[in-house]
Structures are given as structure tokens and as C-alpha cells.
């Protein structure tokens, strides 16, 4: 098992351009998270999934959007890029409510 | 809402014991995670705990009081490996009971 994988690992976006972050599990998960990490601060919730069809937003959703066509994919767009979107992402999945979670390796993204 | 503190620093011997703490103040506690991050990586899974007690898993061990809002995580026989950031995690059980609430992380360097 692979687990949970993202990508790209690192990308440098202009203000105002846009991209999808991709996650991946093969753990057959139905729980989906999106977080961000910034210097010195916790993880922060961006979105998550609880299946497929079913997304709702965490503590910081404002500028990003996302989708779960599958149990296996959960992408997080970004359509305006912000320098406030400067950050690390991490993807994580558990197998149910309020369980372990399992984290992928991360996305560094800056916004200049 | 959720507030969890915990040291932003922590220096330690190799060989020797470490305790980090967690305090936290919840609406609806329902679990504690401790994760364990080192630089650049993903964090993953330590301990979990959701009764009073101490939770034993090799060289390391969780502590809960439910009563006290307080855990604390117990390194024995410090390795350099362990130089990481040490993560406490919240779990709710109101409704954004599929969430965890992450502190700040404390940051671990063990010295020769």
C-alpha cells in the first residue's frame, strides 16, 4: 500500500493564478482531510469528506474548494492564488469518524 | 470552540526522560492524539487517548485527565532520532466531531 499520496511536492504559483493539489489513498478510507500548516502554528482544517459526494468546510476553507467524485481522490483547488496561501499542505485520510489519521507527504506551495 | 496549549520548545539529553505537556479546553472532549512531526516530513501517529490513565507504547507513553484538561507524552531513553516536533490533537465530540484541533507542536531537540 502506497497510503496517502500528494502532489506536486513543491510549486511556486503568481498572485491571482490557480491550481489543484492532488491527494490520493489506497487504504479505502472513507474519511478525507485537508490541512495547512504555517511557522510556528498548528495544522489547520481547510475541508473535509466523510465519502464520496460529501464535503464540508473546516476552519479555514475561505479560497479553496474541493470534490470527491471517488473514495479514493480528494483535490483542493486554488482559484485565485493569495500570498496568504503560502503554506504546506497536508492530505490525510482515516478509516472512520474521529480515528488515526493517516497523513501524506505534503505540498510546499508559494505564492509570490 | 477549543483552545490547547503546549511548550513551543523543549531541550533534552539523549539517554535521558522527557515529558511534554498538553493542556487543552473543549466543548465536548472525546479523544487526545499526540502525532510526531519531524522537519519537512508528514506527522504520524503516536498515541491515543480517550479515559484517564496512562497509555504505555515502548519507550513512549500517554497520560490523560479528563478532569484537569490535561496530557502529557513521556519519551524514555531519548534517542537523536526523536529530535522532532511533538503534536497534540483534540478531538470533539460536538458537531465538527469528525475534526481534530491541533496545538502549536512543540519542538523537541535532544542533544548528544
Known amino acids: 500500500n502506497a497510503g496517502v499520496t500528494q502532489t506536486p511536492k513543491f510549486r511556486i504559483l503568481k498572485i491571482g493564478q490557480s491550481m489543484t493539489l492532488q491527494c490520493t489513498q489506497d487504504?479505502?478510507?472513507?474519511?478525507m482531510y485537508w490541512y495547512r500548516q504555517d511557522p510556528g502554528m498548528g495544522l489547520k482544517l481547510i475541508y473535509y469528506s466523510v465519502g464520496a459526494g460529501i464535503t464540508d468546510k473546516g476552519e479555514v476553507p475561505n479560497g479553496y474548494n474541493v470534490s470527491r467524485s471517488t473514495t479514493e481522490d480528494f483535490p483542493l483547488r486554488l482559484e485565485l492564488a493569495a500570498p496568504s496561501q503560502t503554506s504546506v499542505y497536508f492530505c490525510?485520510?482515516?478509516?472512520?469518524?474521529?480515528?488515526?489519521?493517516?497523513f501524506g507527504p505534503g505540498t510546499r506551495l508559494t505564492v509570490l | 470552540g477549543q483552545n490547547i496549549d503546549q511548550p513551543t520548545e523543549m531541550t533534552a539529553t539523549e539517554g535521558a526522560i522527557v515529558q511534554i505537556n498538553c493542556t487543552y479546553q473543549t466543548s465536548g472532549f472525546n479523544g487526545l492524539f499526540w502525532y510526531q512531526q519531524h522537519a519537512g516530513e508528514a506527522p504520524t501517529f503516536l498515541s491515543y487517548?480517550?479515559?484517564?490513565g496512562l497509555e504505555e507504547k515502548g519507550r513512549f507513553s500517554s497520560f490523560l485527565s479528563r478532569s484537569k484538561g490535561y496530557s502529557y507524552l513521556l519519551l524514555k531513553e531519548l534517542q537523536m532520532k526523536d529530535s522532532a516536533s511533538y503534536l497534540c490533537?483534540?478531538?470533539?465530540?460536538?458537531?465538527?466531531?469528525?475534526?481534530?484541533?491541533f496545538g502549536k507542536g512543540t519542538k523537541l531537540s535532544v542533544i548528544p
Open positions: 490525510a485520510s482515516s478509516y472512520l469518524q474521529g480515528d488515526e489519521q493517516f
Open positions: 487517548n480517550v479515559l484517564d
Open positions: 487504504m479505502n478510507h472513507n474519511y
Open positions: 490533537a483534540v478531538k470533539d465530540s460536538g458537531a465538527g466531531s469528525y475534526q481534530l484541533t
